[in-house]
């Protein structure tokens, strides 16, 4: 069942933010093991990634992983799924944004907002299309303007929050990046955005490998193009994603950034401080040197970036540089 791996990893990622998926093993999942509340919390969160539909006898027989995400791409209605979700709800004062990596879930980083002063309100924004018969938006632009939207009908006015965080993890960055160039300018609001381990858009188009990089992501499609129909449309959002921001062309925006960065290779390549200065009011780097690149979301080491989810100074660090 190698083709679902993609859906195997969003299902880990929301057993993760249920504080559960440490305790399982990568492939057995014992349903009953949840308490009555973490399972009703575990279905709604498998349908609000991937649709309506999973089975009351799904949820009370006890399962494997793989078998769990064959049945999620075999019966579920992908016709509603909502691009923005909340993740906890606040005063009204203080907004996180959360912006995943291609092919993530926003559940993955709910652990993260929770560790945050309770005052903050936090959404997790999911990339669009999923939903059977969508279309995938084909520019940055294009899919942050759907948050935007999104983001009036969950919370309100932007504009009658005191601070505004955008977190962006990965190629995510670049997305939540664009978000705020898309917000628009707001003298009277403090905003900051954070990126962990991500590139600016442009990086996809400088990068040498980036051709091995598209064809390896289509090889892997044709090999799932009759295994698996959801799995098919996670990779088909990916193909697109990486070519909206090959031709995506970032505008400066009058915010101070921080960019988190993990000790792993990054597939484009190295991402430094000034790399980003060009397009951001000034960026500030923290360095984890010893931190890989999905142990955040993976072994439970959030705590280690809360120095840099900060809208003052530059997080204490001996190790960072600012641009």
Not at 70 to 93: A, E, H
Not at 259 to 268: H, K, T, Y
Request: charged content about 20%; aromatic content about 6%; glycine content about 8%.
């Amino acid at each position: 069942m190698w083709y679902l791996n993609k859906t195997l990893s969003n299902i880990r990622a929301i057993l993760h933010s249920l504080e559960v998926g440490t305790s399982q093993t990568s492939t057995r999942f014992d349903l009953e093991s949840l308490t009555t509340e973490d399972r009703l919390r575990f279905v709604q969160r498998v349908e609000a990634r991937f649709g309506k539909g999973l089975s009351s006898e799904v949820v009370t027989a006890g399962t494997d992983l793989p078998s769990l995400a064959k049945t999620i791409q075999d019966s579920l209605d992908r016709s509603s799924i909502n691009s923005v979700l909340r993740l906890r709800r606040g005063n009204g004062r203080s907004l996180i944004l959360v912006v995943p990596g291609i092919h993530g879930t926003a559940w993955s980083f709910e652990p993260l907002v929770t560790q945050m002063t309770p005052a903050f309100d936090a959404i997790g924004l999911e990339y669009s299309g999923l939903v059977a018969g969508d279309s995938i938006p084909q520019t940055m632009t294009d899919q942050v303007e759907i948050w935007a939207d999104g983001l009036a009908s969950e919370v309100g006015r932007l504009e009658d929050f005191d601070e505004v965080m955008v977190f962006g993890f990965c190629l995510g960055g670049a997305f939540a990046h664009e978000l705020l160039n898309v917000l628009g300018r707001n003298a009277k609001q403090r905003r900051r955005l954070v990126v962990f381990d991500g590139h600016p858009s442009v990086a996809v188009t400088e990068v040498g490998p980036l051709a091995g990089l598209r064809h390896a992501v289509k090889s892997e499609l044709s090999r799932t193009m009759a295994s698996g129909r959801l799995e098919k449309q996670l990779i088909e959002m990916g193909i697109v994603q990486l070519s909206a921001m090959e031709s995506h062309r970032p505008s400066r925006i009058d915010i101070p950034m921080t960019l988190v960065r993990s000790g792993s290779p990054l597939s484009l390549g190295p991402v430094t401080a000034e790399d980003w200065s060009p397009f951001v009011q000034c960026c500030e780097q923290f360095l984890l040197p010893d931190l890989g690149h999905v142990d955040l979301v993976c072994h439970r080491f959030e705590h280690l970036i809360m120095p840099a989810m900060q809208f003052g100074d530059a997080p204490e660090d001996n190790q960072r540089a600012t641009a």
